[in-house]
C-alpha cells in the first residue's frame, strides 16, 4: 500500500474510532438495566427513557451537525461530539439520581451523531475502490465498541459476586452500574486526542472555495498527478446543484423530484435498519436471554456471544462490500433476518411457564417467598400471562426485581432454537444493512448537499432506533416476545419488498459516478 493510500486508511481509522466510542456507551447501558432499576424504582416507561435517552438526544444533534459541519467543517464538528461524549461518560457514571442520568445520557446522544459524520468524512477522502471498506470499518468500531462493552458487564458482574478484597475497597461491589458506564471516559479521552491529528475533509474545503488548502490536504491522500483531476470533478458535482446553499434549499433538493430514487432508497432503509429490532437486543441484551429463562449470569454470557457474532459478521462484510456489492449483500441479508426473527418468534410462541413445588425452596432469596404458593403447577402459555401473575402474587417491586430468577426456574422453551434465531439473526444484520446502510449513505448523495442529507436521513433512522427503544420495556411486558419478534419481521418484510425494486448497485464507482445512475429515470 502506497503512502497516499496509508494516510487515508489511518485518517480514516481514527475518524472510525468514533465507532467504537458509539458502541461502548450504547451497549454498557445493557448491563446496567437490572442495577439502575432497583436503584431508582423503575417502571416500564421510566427504563425506556434512561435507556433510550441518547437516541433522544441524537434527534435534536443531527439537525445542527448537518449546519455545523457546513458551517465550521467536519473536523471541528467531530472534536465537539468527542466531547460530549467524554462528558457525558463522566456524569453518567457519576449521577446521583434518576433524571441527572437520563441528562447525562442524552447529552451522549448528542454525540451519536458521529456515525453519520464518520461516513460523510470518510466518504469524503477515501479512495473510490476502498471506500465501501473504509466507510465500514466505522460500523465494524461499533462492534468491537459492543462486543467491549458486553465483556466489560460481564468481568465487573463477576467480580462484584467475588469476596476479592480490592473489590470492595473500590467499592464495586456497591456501585456496579457506575463503573460499567465510567469505563467508557478513557476510550473517550484518547479519540478526542486523536481528532486533533486528521486534516479537513477537502471536499468541505473545495465546498468553501478554499482550493489552495484543499490541494494540500489531497496532496497527502493521493498522489500529485490526481490532484487537479478530483478537484474539478467536486467542483463539478457543486456546480450541477444550484447555488443557494441554505439548509432550507438543500432540503428542497432532497425532495426534489430528480432525487426521488434516491429519497426512496434512504428513506426505506433508514427505517429498516433499526425497525430489525436490532437495539432492542444490543441494549436489551441481559434482559433479552433472561427471557430464556438462562439466568443472570448465563444472560451476560450470552450477551458476550453476541459481541463476537456481530465483530465476525461485520469483518465479513467490509472484506465482501467491494466484491460482491451492495444491492445482493443487502437484498439477501434482509430475508436472512426475516427468517431468523421468524424462528425466535415461533420458539417464545411455544414456550410454558410454569413454577413446580421443588422449585420453591430454591427462592429464599425472595421476601415472603410463600406468597409463590398461589402460582405453583399453574402452567402460563405466554410469558405476558407468567409475569402478570407475578405482578399480582408478589407486587411490582418484588416482581421486577426477581424476574431474572423466576424465568429461569419456569421457563420451559427450545432455548436451542430461539438461540439459533437470536444468533442468526445478529449475524445477517451485521452482515448486511447493519454496515451498508452507511456505506449507501456516504456515496449516494450529491457533494452539495451532503451536508444536510446524511443527518436528515440519520435523524429517520435514529427516531425509529428512538421509539424502538423507548418502548421495547412496555412491549416485552404486554405484548410478549414472540408477538414482539413477528412484528420486526412483518417491518422488514415491507422494506425488502421496496429495495428489491429500487436500490441499484455502486460499488467501484466515484460519488459523481453513483449520481448517473441513481438519478436517472
Not at 248 to 263: A, D, G, H, Y
Not at 403 to 423: C, D, P, Q, W
Request: proline share 3%; charged share 15%; glycine share 8%.
Amino acid at each position: 500500500m502506497g503512502s497516499y493510500k496509508r494516510r487515508a486508511f489511518v485518517y480514516a481509522t481514527i475518524v472510525a474510532n468514533g465507532g467504537l466510542i458509539f458502541g461502548l456507551d450504547a451497549a454498557l447501558i445493557s448491563g446496567t438495566v437490572n442495577f439502575i432499576n432497583q436503584e431508582f424504582g423503575l417502571n416500564e416507561i421510566q427504563l425506556g427513557t434512561a435507556v433510550s435517552a441518547p437516541a433522544l438526544g441524537v434527534l435534536i444533534a443531527l439537525p445542527f451537525a448537518g449546519y455545523a459541519c457546513d458551517a465550521f467543517g467536519r473536523k471541528k464538528t467531530l472534536q465537539i461530539v468527542a466531547f460530549l461524549y467524554l462528558f457525558s461518560a463522566v456524569t453518567s457514571a457519576l449521577a446521583p439520581s434518576y433524571w441527572v442520568l437520563v441528562i447525562a445520557r442524552f447529552i451522549g446522544g448528542l454525540a451519536f451523531s458521529s456515525i453519520s459524520l464518520a461516513s460523510m468524512y470518510i466518504g469524503e477522502i477515501a479512495p473510490p475502490r476502498y471506500r465501501g471498506k473504509l466507510v465500514s470499518m466505522t460500523q465494524i468500531n461499533i462492534v468491537i465498541g459492543l462486543s467491549a462493552a458486553y465483556f466489560i458487564n460481564y468481568v465487573i458482574l463477576q467480580y462484584t459476586n467475588s469476596d476479592v478484597s480490592w473489590v470492595q475497597s473500590l467499592g464495586i461491589d456497591q456501585n456496579t452500574w457506575r463503573w460499567m458506564l465510567g469505563t467508557e471516559i478513557l476510550p473517550a479521552l484518547v479519540w478526542l486526542i486523536l481528532l486533533f491529528g486528521i486534516p479537513e475533509s477537502p471536499a468541505w474545503l473545495i465546498y468553501k472555495n478554499k482550493i489552495t488548502e484543499a490541494s494540500k490536504v489531497l496532496g497527502k491522500i493521493v498522489p500529485e498527478n490526481e490532484i487537479d483531476g478530483r478537484i474539478k470533478e467536486t467542483r463539478q458535482g457543486l456546480a450541477k446543484d444550484h447555488k443557494d446553499r441554505t439548509m432550507v434549499s438543500q432540503l428542497k433538493t432532497v425532495f426534489s423530484k430528480p432525487m426521488r430514487n434516491i429519497l426512496i432508497i434512504a428513506t426505506t432503509i433508514a427505517i429498516v435498519q433499526q425497525s430489525t429490532g436490532i437495539n432492542a437486543i444490543m441494549f436489551y441484551a441481559p434482559t433479552v436471554f433472561e427471557q430464556l429463562g438462562l439466568g443472570t449470569n448465563a444472560a451476560f454470557m450470552q450477551a458476550v456471544w453476541i459481541g463476537l457474532i456481530s465483530l465476525v459478521f461485520t469483518v465479513l462484510a467490509i472484506l465482501m462490500v467491494d466484491r460482491v456489492g451492495r444491492r445482493p449483500m443487502i437484498i439477501i441479508g434482509l430475508a436472512w433476518i426475516i427468517v431468523s426473527l421468524g424462528l425466535c418468534s415461533y420458539g417464545f410462541n411455544a414456550a410454558r411457564y410454569q413454577l413446580k413445588s421443588g422449585s420453591l425452596v430454591e427462592l429464599t432469596d425472595i421476601p415472603k417467598h410463600e406468597r409463590l404458593n398461589v402460582l405453583v403447577d399453574k402452567e402460563f402459555k405466554s410469558d405476558t400471562e407468567f409475569k402478570q401473575a407475578l405482578r399480582e402474587a408478589l407486587g411490582e417491586a418484588d416482581a421486577r426485581d426477581f424476574s431474572g430468577i423466576l424465568l429461569e426456574k419456569a421457563t420451559s422453551l427450545n432455548i436451542t432454537l430461539v438461540l439459533l434465531g437470536l444468533f442468526s439473526f445478529i449475524a445477517a444484520f451485521h452482515f448486511s444493512v447493519g454496515p451498508l446502510m452507511w456505506v449507501l449513505f456516504s456515496e449516494i448523495f450529491p457533494v452539495a448537499i451532503r451536508g444536510i442529507a446524511i443527518p436528515f436521513f440519520t435523524i429517520i433512522t435514529s427516531l425509529t432506533n428512538y421509539l424502538v427503544q423507548q418502548f421495547f420495556p412496555w412491549q416485552l411486558a404486554t405484548m410478549g416476545s414472540s408477538a414482539i419478534f413477528l412484528f420486526y419481521a412483518l417491518t422488514v418484510a415491507i422494506g425488502l419488498f421496496i429495495l428489491y425494486f429500487y436500490l441499484r448497485e455502486t460499488k467501484n464507482m466515484s460519488i459523481e459516478e453513483v449520481q448517473l445512475v441513481l438519478l436517472k429515470k
